[in-house]
């Protein structure tokens, strides 16, 4: 069953930790791609990468940091540099041929309190 | 700068008809303009996406408009159902790898 899994669901951290948020994909796509979602708006992209050990800051990448180590994984960090880092995580996939169809998965909520 | 928005922000639509979700977009040089629909609680779904040189696509009872000389793109669906209630992105590549997202309209359909 082809997919792109997101762990945990929900994760509650306190003031000044960092945290680690797990997205794997089995869809054998190059590209991966996290994005932020605060309430009633739209997704700002944190961080992509095109192919494994090289990726790109999107437009809200301070305080975040990321590896692509393996094709499968894109691990986002959320350090205690981040102001806000309440919100909901996406992390997405797409083939390096169709770059506008990406898959999702199903979302991270953080709470930091 | 870059921008993608929505004209309407909620969109109430009866069930059976029609509905129709608006979106202006700003960068010119985008290549390719999409639509996402999110449910409650989960990650977006791709539904359909229409390249700059087109100005119509069609799917499965969706329908993308795309009028570039008022920057101005749109998502038909036709016969709404329950099932579409949802959160719609449009969203448009402004370069090879980066896409864009507007702010979403929620669609919901009356029963």
């Known amino acids: 069953d082809g997919g792109i899994t997101q762990s945990p669901k929900y994760l509650f951290r306190k003031e000044g930790q960092n945290v680690t948020l797990s997205c794997e994909q089995n869809?054998?796509?190059?590209?991966m791609y996290w994005y932020r979602q605060d309430p009633g708006q739209g997704l700002r992209l944190i961080y992509y990468s095109q192919i494994v050990n090289d990726f790109q800051k999107g437009d809200i990448a301070e305080g975040y940091s990321v590896s692509r180590e393996k094709k499968e994984s894109f691990p986002l960090t959320v350090t205690s540099a981040q102001k806000n880092p309440t919100a909901f995580y996406l992390c997405?996939?797409?083939?390096?041929?169709?770059?506008?169809?990406?898959?999702f998965g199903q979302g991270t909520r953080l709470t930091v309190v | 700068g870059e921008s993608v928005g929505l004209h309407l922000p909620t969109l109430s639509v009866q069930e059976g008809d029609n509905s129709i979700i608006n979106c202006a977009y700003s960068n010119s040089a985008s290549d390719y303009f999409i639509w996402y629909k999110q449910e409650s609680g989960k990650g977006p779904q791709f539904i359909i996406d229409?390249?700059?040189?087109?100005d119509k696509r069609q799917g499965q009872r969706v329908t993308v408009l795309l009028n570039k000389t008022v920057k101005h793109l749109s998502l038909q669906i036709a016969a709404t159902q329950p099932g579409d209630s949802a959160v719609y992105f449009c969203a448009e590549r402004t370069s090879y790898d980066k896409v864009i997202f507007g702010p979403g309209t929620s669609l919901s359909v009356i029963p």
């Open positions: 229409i390249r700059s040189n087109m």
């Open positions: 869809l054998n796509h190059d590209a």
């Open positions: 997405a996939s797409s083939s390096s041929d169709r770059v506008t169809e990406a898959f």
